[in-house]
């Protein structure tokens, strides 16, 4: 399985969540650095259905406790 943390929610990153997760990646992280975004669900902003990827504002947030 391979893990992925989405860098960047903009229009292009945004189109780039659902396909990964149909894919079969496994998404651990999400950062952005626009206020409006920060601390959303990402599961929840692109209607993934899997709650529980809270949207970092840094990426040292984004990427804690994922190496595993």
């Known amino acids: 399985m391979i893990k992925v943390v989405h ?3 903009g229009p ?3 189109k780039m969540v659902k396909p990964a997760a149909e894919r ?9 650095t626009d206020p409006a975004k920060v ?3 990402l599961g929840e902003f ?3 259905g899997r709650p ?3 949207i970092a504002g840094r990426l040292d ?3 804690q406790d994922k190496s595993a």
């Open 12 to 14: 292009l990153g945004q």
């Open 39 to 41: 601390g959303r669900d």
């Open 46 to 48: 692109h209607g993934l």
């Open 61 to 63: 947030e984004a990427l």
């Open 7 to 9: 860098l960047g929610l």
């Open 52 to 54: 529980g990827i809270p």
């Open 24 to 32: 079969g990646f496994e998404i651990v992280g999400a950062m952005d």
